[in-house]
């Protein structure tokens, strides 16, 4: 296979970015990493345009960069985990905000001068992966794509919330639209990362209705369940693992809690859950996905919900399945209509683990952060976080 040009953006510490990078560049191929949080104070961005050169040419010089000078377009396009440009906190706040605002115009524009019309392969198109991350919408597509889903009400109205309540027996699922973990202090003043995760909530649980509206949030029905499931899509090759999230209590409410406690295991998809996801895939004009399903005691998959980025290589290190190579591979083929076939040496993530644990800690002080940078030596639960083990494993 030729050597291709691919290109991650993301930002620092995040597994998924680097242990891909390693498995491309194993495999022969130039992977570059554009750290979108090294932008403007670390890393420089440049576009020369000229009435000879209207594809422009792409300059990429900061921490990390093997080639900075770029005139050849990107194969694959990974649009992994892109954040925000950050800008140095003793800024004046007026020359802050508008520098923030250039930033941010700037790093959206830079789109198409990856691509430059040479039919690179978006993993995801970007305004793709914006759209589908609309929990309503998501849930009205898989309706349409013939999957069953709970009802649901999303909404920060406490009369609405009151009466969906009522109408499910007095207590739902309570879950909030993004994920969020956020630092603070205990009454000790030790600092602790804190997630928010699926609780059931009866009304008496709920706070006064100035405190409800304040937060939207998202109420169903609390399903029963025999187990639930984690669909990867990389094209129309779907891996799917079964997790075992009733048989410890930790896990029973909301699986990401007491991950760690629970077997996962390789899971045969039933054909017409997997055609759902194929055709959701289309809808929502995504390469790569993951879904999730709640399988009830009858047997039912219920739809959760589709996450453009999710995590994957928690499939490898729990069910043993080779998500590092199957997603390298797919990387390197771009194309949607990929699946993959184990005819080659398979790159191994325990492999890249082993690396990673000893310098992610150093590349990470390297780097700009969006939030507390994450290699302090002391930092360990953060560490969970971003680590397959961890509670960041299932977004
Ligand atoms: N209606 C429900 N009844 C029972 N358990 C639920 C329900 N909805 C979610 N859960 C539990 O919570 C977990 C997380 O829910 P879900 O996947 O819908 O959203 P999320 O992962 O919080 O979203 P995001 O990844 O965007 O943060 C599920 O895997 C399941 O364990
Ligand atoms: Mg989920």
Same mark, same amino acid.
């Given at each position: 296979?030729?050597?291709?040009?691919?290109?991650?953006?993301?930002?620092?510490? #995040?597994? =998924?970015?680097?242990?891909?990078?390693?498995?491309?560049?194993? $495999? @022969?191929?130039?992977?570059?990493?554009?750290?979108?949080?090294?932008?403007?104070?670390?890393?420089?961005?440049?576009?020369?345009? @000229?009435?000879?050169?209207?594809?422009?040419?792409?300059?990429?010089?900061?921490? @990390?960069?093997?080639?900075?000078?770029?005139?050849?377009?990107?194969?694959?396009?990974?649009?992994?985990?892109?954040?925000?440009?950050?800008?140095?906190? %003793?800024?004046?706040?007026?020359?802050?905000?508008?520098?923030?605002?250039?930033?941010?115009?700037?790093?959206?524009?830079?789109?198409?001068?990856? &691509?430059?019309?040479?039919?690179?392969?978006?993993?995801?198109?970007?305004?793709?992966?914006?759209?589908?991350?609309?929990?309503?919408?998501?849930?009205?597509?898989?309706?349409?794509?013939?999957?069953?889903?709970?009802?649901?009400?999303?909404?920060? #109205?406490?009369?609405?919330?009151?009466?969906?309540?009522?109408?499910?027996?007095?207590?739902?699922? *309570?879950?909030?639209?993004?994920?969020?973990?956020?630092?603070?202090?205990?009454?000790?003043?030790?600092?602790?990362?804190?997630? +928010?995760?699926?609780?059931?909530?009866?009304? %008496?649980?709920?706070?006064?209705? &100035?405190?409800?509206?304040?937060?939207?949030?998202?109420?169903?029905?609390?399903?029963?369940?025999?187990?639930?499931?984690?669909?990867?899509?990389?094209?129309?090759?779907?891996? +799917?693992?079964?997790?075992?999230?009733?048989?410890?209590?930790?896990? +029973?409410?909301?699986?990401?809690?007491?991950?760690?406690?629970?077997?996962?295991?390789?899971?045969?998809?039933?054909?017409?859950?997997?055609?759902?996801?194929?055709?959701?895939?289309?809808?929502?004009?995504?390469?790569?996905?993951?879904?999730?399903?709640?399988?009830?005691?009858?047997? &039912?998959?219920?739809?959760?919900?589709?996450?453009?980025?999710?995590?994957?290589?928690?499939?490898?290190?729990?069910?043993?399945?080779?998500?590092?190579?199957?997603?390298?591979?797919?990387?390197?083929? @771009?194309?949607?209509?990929?699946?993959?076939?184990? #005819? *080659?040496?398979?790159?191994?993530?325990?492999?890249?683990?082993?690396?990673?644990?000893?310098?992610?800690?150093?590349?990470?002080?390297? *780097?700009? =952060?969006?939030?507390?940078?994450?290699?302090?030596?002391?930092?360990?639960?953060? $560490?969970?976080?971003?680590?397959?083990?961890?509670?960041?494993?299932?977004?």
């Amino acid at each position: 296979m030729s050597r291709k040009q691919i290109l991650i953006v993301s930002e620092a510490s #995040d597994l =998924h970015s680097d242990a891909a990078a390693w498995a491309l560049r194993k $495999k @022969g191929h130039d992977c570059e990493l554009l750290l979108t949080p090294d932008f403007p104070t670390l890393l420089g961005l440049s576009l020369r345009i @000229g009435p000879d050169d209207l594809t422009g040419r792409f300059v990429l010089r900061g921490p @990390g960069v093997v080639n900075e000078d770029r005139s050849a377009p990107f194969d694959t396009v990974w649009l992994r985990r892109p954040g925000g440009a950050v800008l140095p906190e %003793d800024m004046h706040p007026g020359d802050r905000q508008v520098a923030a605002r250039q930033c941010e115009i700037f790093l959206a524009g830079v789109a198409p001068f990856l &691509d430059r019309g040479a039919g690179t392969f978006w993993v995801n198109p970007p305004a793709s992966d914006v759209a589908a991350q609309q929990k309503g919408c998501q849930l009205r597509s898989a309706a349409r794509a013939g999957l069953k889903i709970p009802e649901t009400l999303i909404s920060n #109205d406490p009369a609405e919330i009151r009466a969906f309540l009522r109408e499910h027996g007095g207590t739902v699922a *309570h879950k909030l639209l993004r994920p969020a973990a956020w630092l603070a202090q205990d009454e000790e003043g030790g600092e602790h990362i804190y997630a +928010a995760y699926t609780v059931p909530v009866s009304e %008496d649980q709920l706070p006064d209705d &100035d405190t409800l509206r304040l937060c939207p949030g998202i109420f169903q029905p609390y399903l029963q369940k025999q187990f639930e499931v984690r669909v990867a899509c990389l094209g129309d090759h779907l891996v +799917a693992i079964r997790i075992n999230s009733q048989t410890d209590d930790r896990a +029973a409410t909301d699986w990401r809690a007491g991950q760690i406690y629970v077997g996962m295991e390789p899971y045969d998809l039933p054909p017409d859950i997997a055609a759902a996801c194929r055709r959701l895939l289309t809808e929502f004009d995504l390469a790569h996905m993951s879904v999730d399903f709640v399988v009830a005691p009858n047997g &039912d998959h219920i739809f959760l919900e589709i996450n453009p980025q999710g995590q994957f290589l928690f499939l490898e290190t729990r069910a043993g399945l080779p998500l590092l190579d199957m997603f390298s591979e797919f990387l390197v083929a @771009g194309a949607r209509d990929f699946t993959w076939r184990g #005819d *080659h040496e398979v790159v191994r993530f325990a492999e890249f683990e082993e690396v990673w644990d000893r310098t992610w800690r150093d590349e990470a002080a390297r *780097h700009a =952060h969006l939030v507390r940078p994450l290699g302090a030596p002391d930092a360990e639960e953060e $560490k969970e976080l971003i680590h397959p083990e961890g509670p960041g494993v299932a977004r």
